[in-house]
C-alpha cells in the first residue's frame, strides 16, 4: 500500500461563521493493513452534520483531536457525542487536546444537554497532549506545537509507515516549530486571507514561505475568511505555486491521500 497510507477527507473547511462552508473539520484515515484508524481533526459548531455526510459508518471512528477551544473547533462534540450514542457505539472514544479538554468538553455537553455526558453508551478516553514531548493518539504517533493564537492553540504532526501529516488549527505557525513539522507530506494550514495580517491568524504567504523553508512540500488552506475565500480563493494555488509549495484550497469532501 506504498503511497497510500494517510487519506484525508475535508468534511468542513470553512471559518467560525462561514454561512456555506462548515467550519474547518478534517478526517485523518491512517490505513493499516488491518483495521484503519481514524481521527477526526476538530469539530465546530457546524462539522457534525457535514462528518455525517461525508462518511458513511460514523461509528468506526476511533479519535478526536481538538486543537483548541473556540466554538468552532469543538462546539459540534455534544451533536458528535450524542448521535454516537444514539446508533448504540460501544468502544470507547479517545479526544485528545489542549490542556482543560476534558472539562471543557463534560461542560459544553451539560450545557447543550444537561445529564447525557454520563449516560452515553460508550466512554470517552480524555488525554492531554504536551508540545514537550511525543505521545500517541490511538496509536498513531504525533507531535504538538504551540500556534500562535488569542486561544492556547496545539498543532499537530502524525507520523504512520513513513508518511507524515501536520494541521495546525487556528493561528500562525512560529518559527520554532519548524524542527518539529519539517519535512511533512501534507500541512492544512489555517490561513484566514490571502496576505493581509489579522491578530492571531495566518494567511496563505505566510503559510507558504513556513511550508517551504520547512520543506512541507503539499499545502491545503482551509478556513478562509467567507468573504476572502469569495474574492481571493482562485488564487491561492498560484501563491503558493510562487512559494514553491503544492497546494489546494480544498472544497468539502476533497480527498488527498498521501
Ligand atoms: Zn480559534
Known sequence: MKGQD???VFCGVGEAFDQDYPNTSILAIFLDKRIPVRILLDCGFTAAPSFWKMYSDPLELDGVWISHLHGDHFFGLPQLLIRLSEHGRQKDLHICGVKGIKEAVTWAM???????????????VFSEADSRQPFEICGIRARAVEIDHPQACLGVRFDFRGKSLFYTGDGRVPESAR???HDCDLGIFETFSLDSSKH??????????????????HVAAVHMQRAERKSNGQLVQARLQKKGVRGVLPEPGHVIVI
Request: aromatic share 8%.
Open 6 to 8: 494517510i487519506k484525508v
Open 179 to 181: 524542527k518539529v513539522v
Open 200 to 217: 492571531g491568524h495566518s494567511n496563505v504567504e505566510e503559510a507558504g514561505a513556513f511550508a517551504a523553508a520547512a520543506g512541507i512540500r
Open 110 to 124: 451539560e450545557l447543550a444537554y444537561p445529564g447525557k455526558m454520563t449516560r452515553l453508551s460508550f466512554g470517552i
